[in-house]
């Protein structure tokens, strides 16, 4: 059975986290530490529909782990809040 590498703030308090959720939001957070952007650029970096993209954004926004910054369209960063990645030393 494949284990899946979720991204520590995948994981939400406020929902029941399924598969698809965790995936979504860890393709998200992924995309987001590498620098902030608009949920249009989320959406093809992390190859998600857009509508996805936003639900998923405004569930992190929920749980202050991302913030949107700005006007329309809204550019999004990660907030610093949640679980740091743990780095392997090998």
């Not at 995309?31 to 405004?58: F, I, N, Q, T, W």
Request: charged share 30%; proline share 2%; aromatic share 6%.
């Amino acid at each position: 059975m494949d284990k899946e590498n979720w991204h520590p703030n995948a994981y939400l308090s406020c929902i029941k986290n399924i598969k698809l959720g965790l995936r979504a939001r860890t393709r998200i957070l992924n995309v987001l530490e590498k620098r902030s952007m608009d949920a249009k650029v989320v959406a093809k970096e992390a190859g998600l529909h857009y509508g996805v993209v936003v639900h998923h954004l405004k569930l992190l926004e929920v749980e202050k782990i991302v913030e949107r910054r700005g006007v329309r369209p809204f550019t999004w960063i990660l907030t610093g809040v949640g679980q740091k990645r743990l780095l392997s030393s090998s």
